[in-house]
């Protein structure tokens, strides 16, 4: 019998409509999300990767909850939340929409879908964006409904996605642009769908609000796709750093600023918004950042432990430790089997932040030296080649 730790399911973790569904299909585990079961492996974090690469999956993602904004004040408090400007955000768009409290530091990081001109959905990471949102808007009395719409996304990702997806939905799915979406029909309801998802492997993300058609849609997914080898999966670790997507709270959290965490290509300091943070993040962009969110690299030749003795497989760098007095914080870490190197993100202070390489403390109590890199990761830049 295993001694690993086990989750105790109660109704604060809240399942979506295809939990049950995902767990027959042989689920292995789970964490913790918004308050919900996200899976997070299935066959193994590995071959989920490389059929995630190769093939198509569906991804149970209820847990990214919807942030509703309606009524006449929901682009001001919209905008009040972000530093990204939203002016002329067309109605079919979504947008990358970090959120920052009054100093810079960052809340969440949602994609901000607009629903109409006095409606928004804020697709979260995992944090209660809705209780900020609710207090934001209480507090200064703007005319909004804040709430949590029953919608659960389902993600369909890989580079066979369109075809599996263009077999249920026809080939409007084809003509829907980056970042942009569609209503389509599917038996008698619209559903929103978006060309996005939480991997660089290219897909769509279904806006389920509707159980019993939902449910019937992951099941036709299944059907539809056999012979495109299509499978179960989850938002996977390997894939998403090796592409340099971020995960708040993992990465990055609330005590590093917008512009800490890498994120300055998505806010609008040049421009005049209102927004909470801009002053902060202006005041800080002229000063200098004091630490940056950065990626590590180990030597090849500390080859990781075997699979089995890892949870999940990817312990392996124990320190720089998780916040020290010098606020070296270290975030996600995986062993990369297509480079064949272990690969992390770290915030780091300067001027270490800008240096070429530090030391890394191994879980065997080794030390090496790490190299210090931008994220996403210039694989090429760094000399390593892809082993497939």
């Not at 913790?32 to 997070?40: D, F, G, K, Q, S």
């Not at 978006?194 to 992951?218: C, H, I, M, P, T």
Request: charged residues 25%; glycine residues 8%.
């Amino acid at each position: 019998m295993s001694n690993a730790p086990r989750i105790a399911i109660s109704r604060r973790l809240r399942k979506s409509p295809f939990t049950s569904r995902a767990m027959a299909q042989g689920a292995k585990a789970f964490t913790v999300y918004n308050h919900m079961l996200l899976a997070t492996e299935f066959e193994s974090l590995e071959y989920d990767y490389w059929h995630l690469c190769e093939s198509v999956q569906v991804w149970d993602v209820g847990v990214e909850r919807q942030v509703s904004i309606k009524g006449p004040d929901a682009g001001k408090l919209v905008q009040w939340m972000t530093p990204r400007s939203i002016e002329g955000v067309a109605d079919d768009r979504c947008v990358y929409l970090p959120l920052a409290d009054e100093n810079g530091k960052l809340i969440n990081d949602p994609v901000g879908i607009k629903i109409a001109e006095d409606h928004w959905w804020l697709s979260v990471a995992d944090s209660d964006v809705i209780l900020w949102a609710k207090g934001l808007a209480r507090g200064a009395g703007l005319n909004v409904i804040v709430d949590e719409p029953d919608v659960w996304p389902l993600a369909i990702q890989g580079p066979d996605a369109e075809t599996l997806m263009a077999r249920v939905f026809g080939d409007a799915v084809k003509d829907i642009r980056f970042f942009r979406y569609k209503r389509l029909a599917y038996k008698g309801h619209s559903f929103i769908v978006a060309r996005s998802g939480w991997s660089k492997q290219g897909g769509f993300e279904v806006y389920v609000d509707n159980v019993e058609k939902g449910q019937a849609l992951y099941d036709e997914l299944f059907e539809k796709g056999d012979d495109l080898n299509v499978r179960p999966g989850c938002p996977n670790l390997i894939e998403r750093l090796e592409s340099g997507l971020l995960s708040y709270g993992n990465d990055m959290d609330s005590r590093h600023s917008v512009l800490e965490s890498g994120l300055g290509a998505f806010i609008s300091l040049d421009k005049d918004v209102d927004s909470l943070s801009h002053d902060a993040l202006r005041a800080e962009a002229a000063k200098g950042l004091s630490r940056r969110l950065v990626g590590l690299v180990l030597p090849k030749s500390d080859a990781p432990m075997p699979l089995a003795e890892q949870p999940f497989g990817t312990e392996l760098v124990e320190a720089i430790p998780q916040q020290n007095d010098l606020g070296h914080c270290l975030g996600s870490q995986c062993w990369s089997p297509r480079y064949k190197v272990q690969i992390a993100t770290a915030v780091l202070e300067e001027p270490l932040a800008s240096e070429a390489s530090c030391e890394v403390l191994l879980a065997d109590g080794r030390t090496v030296t790490a190299a210090i890199t931008s994220v996403p990761f210039d694989f090429e830049q760094l000399g390593l080649k892809a082993q497939v």
